[in-house]
């Protein structure tokens, strides 16, 4: 029985030619230049705001819970109904999803915000005493947060602990800031 069935008793061949001829004729003026449906939903969930990932689980989800429902309410036990609930549901869960995400948006929009990390120029306060000759320490505040510099003064002066100081500019070679006491 198993030797009926070989490769070589299935013998397809299939010639097939396509022929494809297009003239178009248009002006530069006419096209108009916007977002296409997909840049649009795109948009709409705020793709670029929030990571992609939780986009298409709060979509994914919200199609399977208004499928599971369909199913169990209206009885549904074919695939042709399920194909033609498909484009509804999708419709449904796309608006439900974006206010499910807006909240997301919201968060991801205050993680992502810009803070100024330059040092040179912004106020210090001393931590370690600092001279021309020796390095102290000093924090600057960055946003919400301080962060730690090394510090040296310019000549003739000297910092303390709870002194102010400007950040004037960043020496590569001893790796560390040369403030000027305030």
């Given at each position: 029985m198993v030797g009926v069935l070989s490769p070589d008793t299935l013998d397809l061949e299939l010639d097939s030619t396509v022929d494809l001829d297009a003239d178009i004729d248009?002006?530069?003026?006419?096209?108009?230049?916007?977002?296409?449906?997909?840049?649009?939903?795109?948009?709409?969930?705020f793709v670029g705001k929030v990571p992609l990932m939780i986009i298409i689980t709060v979509l994914s989800t919200l199609m399977w819970v208004f499928s599971v429902f369909g199913n169990h309410y209206f009885g549904n036990t074919s695939g042709v109904y399920a194909l033609m609930a498909f484009l509804p549901i999708l419709i449904v869960s796309i608006f439900l999803s974006r206010f499910f995400?807006?909240?997301?948006?919201?968060?991801?929009?205050?993680?992502?915000?810009?803070?100024?990390?330059?040092?040179?120029?912004k106020v210090s306060k001393v931590v370690l005493p600092a001279s021309n000759v020796k390095k102290g320490q000093a924090t600057v505040l960055i946003g919400n947060a301080e962060q730690k510099i090394y510090?040296?003064?310019?000549?003739?002066?000297?910092?303390?602990?709870?002194d102010e100081a400007m950040v004037i500019e960043y020496d590569s070679t001893q790796k560390c800031y040369l403030v000027e006491p305030i």
């Open positions: 248009h002006d530069i003026d006419d096209v108009a230049v916007g977002h296409g449906v997909f840049a649009t939903t795109a948009e709409f969930l995400v807006y909240p997301f948006a919201l968060v991801f929009k205050k993680l992502n915000h810009e803070v100024d990390r330059e040092i040179v120029g510090i040296k003064t310019s000549e003739n002066s000297s910092l303390f602990k709870g």
